[in-house]
RNA sequence: GUGGGUGUAGCUCAACGGUUAGAGCAUCGGACUGUGGAUCCGAAGGUUGGGGGUUCGAUUCCCCUCACUCACCCCA
């Protein structure tokens, strides 16, 4: 009845999200197999948590005056009226489990490690993206500066297992709950003498957050926070031993670090050590990964009192400044000529590809010189030429396509070839 | 949420306000029914993001809108 043609609907990925497809998806895969191995190495292990969680839980966990929590959430209703929340970052889920499963009973420390989608409701630029991926590690229980040092070690092998040389990584202490009022205070007060030379935001965050102002990219905000106090002389005992033993073991590393009083890190639970990899080339958002310790979170919570510690790391970002070799295909391309012989050939394909070899056969009935046209398009490394002499024969031709060279052989024999 | 930049074929890009919007690459077919990358021939592919306006005439100029993108805010 209706001849009008649809509307063309414009069919695209949401804003801000985007597919991960053949050529591309590969480095994803390199980079989640080398970030498993090397945790693994250091004793941690995968804890997968669900995407979704009640968004009560970050509005406790990330903080109800965070960004983050207050107009970047992707929060829907279920159709059971309970209010669920996209995850924005994975910390709260993992304290969420260990409390629910009572993993704090057992033996501490825990060492977790975690990949996978989260979700911000951001203005998406270069390396931010409203479903971007990370990679978390987390420990828990662990309280000694040594595995402040260790995180910040694992992160900086992994970077160099994936060639990444443009980096440096930032540390910085923000004192803990006993502390950093003074310093905040202090801060407050430098910057009330200083009103005037700030842009609106700052004096807002004055009030609420005077840490940020050093976040700031206006420069008479950067110039009027260089003669700010540093937090380094605020820190009371505990924290200042803490900070000097993580510098200590980073030296006996040998990890080259710069030590950044001004790095403030924008989640609200951060005590003691932050840090962060930086490079450059990555435009405005420059920051790779990024962590710290959170020795309150937990308890925050209503949970046990155990401490945390980890750091995320932005996979997007990351595989921007990563060149990794992508692995070799090796793959075998089955020719064959006339319908007997295709029958054959979906034989074959079966037959190698039981015996481990990526195998393919198409099922469009071509001439010979169309198959190595085919093959060579899809990059095979060799094509097995299956036509009615050799079916007759049970022996088959195998060319390997970057030699040109061509020997003959039954399927058994073949393999030796493919193998080696 | 606020600013800037860009929107023409699947991709990269042309077209002074003036014929039927072109090219390269990619795709498909043919030359070519037993051996690849080459070459040649051909085909297909477009509401010039969408809407409105100015004009005899708009891909081109103006406005609005949408998308993408970069930056602010914030963060990985």
Redesign the pocket.
Known sequence: MSED?P??K?V?????T?DILPGEVEKWQALERLARETFELYGYRELRAPVFEATELFEKGTGQT???VTK?MYTFTDKGGRSLTLRP?YTPSVARAIIEHRLDLQARPMRFYYMGPMF?Y????????RQ?H?IDVEVFGEQDPACDAELIGMADHLLRRLGVTDKEILVNSVGCRACRPAYSQALREEAGKRTAELCP?CRR?AETNPL?IF????EACQSAARSFPEIQGFLCAECRDHFTEVLSLLGLYGIPIRVDPKLV???DYYTKTTF?FVSSGL?????????GRYDDMMKDFGGPDICGNGF???M??LLSVVSLPLPERRLLYVAY?GGAAKRTAVELARFFREEGVECLVEF?DR???????R???LEASW?L?V????IRKGRF?L??????R?VEGTREELLGSLRG
């Open positions: 043609s509307p063309k414009e695209a990925a949401v804003k801000g985007h965070s960004d983050v970047e970052e911000r951001d203005r998406p630029q270069k390396g931010r993206y971007f990370q935001d965050k940020r976040d700031c990219k206006v890190r924008g989640l962060e435009g405005a958002q420059s920051a790779l990964l990024g962590g995320a790391i932005g997007e970002r000529l469009k001439g010979m010189k169309a198959h190595f046209g093959a060579n398009k094509v030429v036509g009615e002499d050799e031709g060319k390997e396509m970057a030699t040109g061509q």
